[in-house]
């Protein structure tokens, strides 16, 4: 997730030219006098929305931050549950539980994404809302998720985190649900240091997604920020002047960032099989934004094997396995033991999961690969495979 592979002078110039222009203004709102029209938040939250053809983008202060957000406009809270895939970062997690919602988790499949089987099986009553995750760069079963939505009257919030530029079928990736969330942290696609997005397409969504992140603000067009009114309760979950000026200049390397990466990932995927290593299956092979490649192994002991050659060549992984520890529910002992649910079973809950996730490695695909290395890693894993399978 190469951001900060392509991250520099155009950056540092974008951070010199706010403090020029306005004065170092960093507050995203207000200061209207000393600012000079200078609104670099305002500036990232509107090429985003024409970027990833949205109608609505609110910025905040991290990719959690934006699942806490979409969480909140939806209304979603105590009495709620809300269905997230097992493999996740933690964060889709914590945002639930910050709601006052129980957290429902269930199965991945061969994608690596949320199995829609197991989205259907865990439906109840008290479901609002499910938390589809595009993992590694591709994009979950959005038809089959957004089936069962409609069907069960389930909103759907997208956690676009680790897929900044995707596409599912020609749309991009956290404009499809009801709410989608974006993160820009130092590991990401396009980076801010740390950031995050709500976008969705509904007016009033966005308006109390707006409200939340900033303690309520109604943002009347009429009065000052102190003497508007709130429109509910909230907290502050603000970006600043900083990170915006970063994320227009990263937004504007969005699709060269994701053109490489393909690029470099078809190569390396036909090198993978040649070697007979078996891949995930993808929703949309056109539209994975091609930052990682899975490779899938028979039993845990190859898994190991192939681990220790990576090693030994020098070759790293992309969390899985190395990060699984904040990516896998089966993981997550501390959440779990506090609030009940799945505390006698979260060791051995999530089998076909633990199937998949414990018998697999993703290589990470970086922006800057010439072909000299691409050729060097594949006869390294020439070798791995000699040795391990
Ligand atoms: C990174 C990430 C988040 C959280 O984003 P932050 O900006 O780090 O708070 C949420 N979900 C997934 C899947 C992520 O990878």
Not at 81 to 99: K, L, N, R, Y
Not at 105 to 134: F, G, K, Q, S, Y
Not at 200 to 218: L, M, P, Q, V
Request: glycine share 10%; with cysteine.
């Amino acid at each position: 997730m190469p951001g900060y592979e392509v991250f520099g002078e155009e950056e540092r110039r974008a951070l010199n030219e706010l403090f020029d222009a306005n004065g170092g203004v960093l507050f995203a709102h207000g200061f209207d006098a000393l600012r000079k029209g200078v609104y670099k938040v305002r500036e990232f939250e509107a090429a985003a929305a024409r970027t990833f053809a949205v109608a609505h983008a609110q910025a905040v202060s991290s990719g959690s931050a934006a699942l806490r957000v979409a969480l909140a406009a939806l209304g979603i809270g105590p009495g709620d549950e809300v269905i997230i895939p097992a493999f996740t970062f933690v964060a889709t997690a914590e945002a639930v539980i910050q709601s006052g919602a129980t957290l429902v988790v269930v199965d991945v499949d061969d994608t690596l994404n949320m199995a829609p089987d197991a989205l259907e099986a865990a439906v109840t009553p008290a479901t609002r809302a499910v938390i589809p995750v595009h993992m590694l760069g591709a994009p979950a079963d959005m038809d089959a998720v957004g089936r069962i939505a409609r069907r069960q009257g389930l909103r759907v919030i997208e956690d676009a985190a680790q897929a900044v530029g995707a596409s599912y079928h020609g749309r991009y990736v956290g404009t499809i649900g009801d709410v989608g969330c974006f993160s820009f942290d130092a590991g990401k696609v396009i980076i801010t240091g740390e950031g995050g997005m709500v976008v969705t397409n509904d007016r009033d969504t966005f308006t109390r997604a707006r409200a939340y992140h900033d303690h309520g603000h109604e943002y009347s067009t009429t009065v000052g920020r102190g003497e508007e009114g709130a429109i509910g309760e909230g907290f502050n979950y603000r970006m600043t002047e900083l990170q915006g000026a970063i994320g227009v200049v990263q937004l504007a390397k969005l699709d060269a960032i994701v053109k490489a990466q393909r690029a470099n990932k078809a190569k390396l995927t036909a090198l993978i099989g040649e070697l007979g290593i078996r891949g995930r299956r993808l929703t949309d092979e056109a539209g994975e934004l091609g930052d990682a490649i899975v490779m899938f192994f028979d039993d845990r002991e190859t898994t190991a094997r192939f681990l220790a050659g990576l090693k030994r060549e020098g070759l790293g992984t992309k969390n899985v396995p190395d990060a699984m520890r904040w990516h896998f529910a089966k993981h997550w002992a501390h959440m779990f033991e506090k609030y009940g649910w799945y505390r006698s079973s979260y060791r051995t809950q999530w089998q076909r999961s633990a199937d998949l996730l414990e018998c697999a490695i993703a290589l990470p695909v970086m922006v800057k690969m010439d072909d000299a290395r691409i050729a060097a890693i594949g006869d390294k894993l020439r070798r791995i495979c000699r040795e391990a399978l």
